[in-house]
């Protein structure tokens, strides 16, 4: 019984942990998402995922720097401090962290995806399989 309130603990903390981002700013919904890029086209969209989730489908003009990797802030410390930049991952764990990460960097308006891309699809947001 001890160990189900221990593992049930856990995973509280995990996914509360998923759902905030940087200053308990609030993830962007699809739609705040979209706006966004929409008012921004010049935006650095950038998916977070693995190399092997991004090829099997991603969001039109996304890069993919996975937030997983040592080398993560070496690709994004050359971008533009002051642009906007949209991160994504599948569910918005992995973005979250990517965040902060930018933010720690000096990035002003980072913009992260509640729900990830999951949630990109259930809205009806295109997705493509970039070309290798």
Do not use: H, Y
């Amino acid at each position: 019984m001890k160990n189900v309130f221990i593992s049930l603990l856990i995973g509280i903390a995990f996914f509360s942990a998923c759902s905030r981002t940087v200053n308990n700013e609030p993830q962007a919904s699809v739609s705040d998402f979209v706006e966004v890029r929409a008012k921004n086209p010049s935006a650095i969209v950038i998916d977070v995922r693995t190399p092997s989730e991004f090829n099997a489908g991603t969001m039109e003009g996304a890069i993919n720097i996975n937030v997983l990797e040592d080398s993560f802030e070496g690709k994004v410390k050359d971008f533009d401090k002051d642009a906007t930049v949209m991160v994504f991952c599948k569910l918005g764990g992995r973005s979250a962290r990517a965040k902060q990460k930018l933010v720690e960097l000096g990035f002003t308006k980072v913009v992260d995806l509640e729900g990830g891309i999951t949630d990109w699809k259930k809205a009806g947001g295109k997705v493509i399989v970039p070309q290798q």
